[in-house]
């Protein structure tokens, strides 16, 4: 059986990326008719649509959406190939993901890091709950993740990274709260369903029998804090966090039990496509002190 030409899987994903045929031949320097005649091939060949017409553009489809991982994955290691062979140098794109608090308090100065060190490398950093890029690292979307405890993620290889201090936050009026339930029927303010902290939260509170009135998202830590500052309710998240907003002082901090308290990111990664541009990363880690490691991530 003849294999995929990694030039077509190159103007698949330019037509994926970039949405259409005409964008796509004009980043790859060719006449649209051509991208046009070999997306039609590799379809014809596979058996499947990978794109349907959506307004003026071109969407991916569940199959489209599938060859895209595969495809990205093939990319990466004919240049990382060509690199390794030519210049033992990592080139290319490293496709991280990170939980928002992560990249905020956390990433800045790393990053700044590895691009001294791996100029070479593009970092393609994708935000979002620990559970939403998990799914993408297994759907191999992205090249490796930072997530924080509870998760759960088979057949991947992880490392503890960051020691995290968790802390309840609310109005600066609210007094004291030593436990979950002199918190009562509050409304919680976090992330969408998959964050690890929000996991955290609601099984604290389901210890002491309680149950939030609501629970309103957010998709930012500001908002977040805002959103408490005001009285609307309360929020847990990382001491890190509040260390990098100006808003933070306009909220009440509360220590949680050390269950609650003590929490742990990792960085998560296929085993076996470890990249030349992961190694560097990896590399460039800070070790995470033997005091604070844990023997394995709670589930």
Known sequence: MRTLELEVLAMFRAVATLGGITRAAQSLHRVPSN????????EARLGVALFERRGRGLVLTEEGQRLLGYAERLLQLAAEA??????????????LGAMESTAGARLPPLLSQYHAAVPG????????TSGALIGRLLRHEIEAAFVAEPY?????????????????????????????????????????????????FEEWLAGAGILPDRVLEF???P????????????ALVPRSV???????????????????????????????????????????????PAAERKKTPKA
């Open 35 to 42: 991208v046009t005649t070999r997306i039609k091939q590799l």
């Open 82 to 95: 060509e690199s390794a062979i030519t210049s033992g140098q990592a080139l290319g794109a490293l496709r």
């Open 121 to 128: 490398v593009r970092v393609e950093l994708q935000t979002g």
């Open 152 to 200: 759960s993620a088979p057949g991947l290889s992880g490392r503890e990274v960051f020691a995290e201090e968790l802390v309840l936050i609310s109005e600066k009026g609210r007094g004291a709260v030593a436990s979950a339930a002199e918190l009562g029927r509050t409304t919680l303010i976090a992330f969408a369903g998959g964050c690890s902290y929000r996991r955290r």
């Open 219 to 221: 998709s930012s830590y």
């Open 223 to 234: 908002a977040i804090v805002a959103c408490v500052a005001a009285g609307t309710g309360v």
């Open 242 to 288: 509040l260390a990098s907003l100006s808003a933070a002082v306009d909220v009440k901090t509360h220590e949680v039990p050390p269950a609650i308290r003590d929490n742990r990111s990792h960085l998560l990664w296929h085993p076996a496509n470890t990249s030349l541009a992961l190694l560097a990363l990896l590399d460039l880690l800070p070790p995470l």
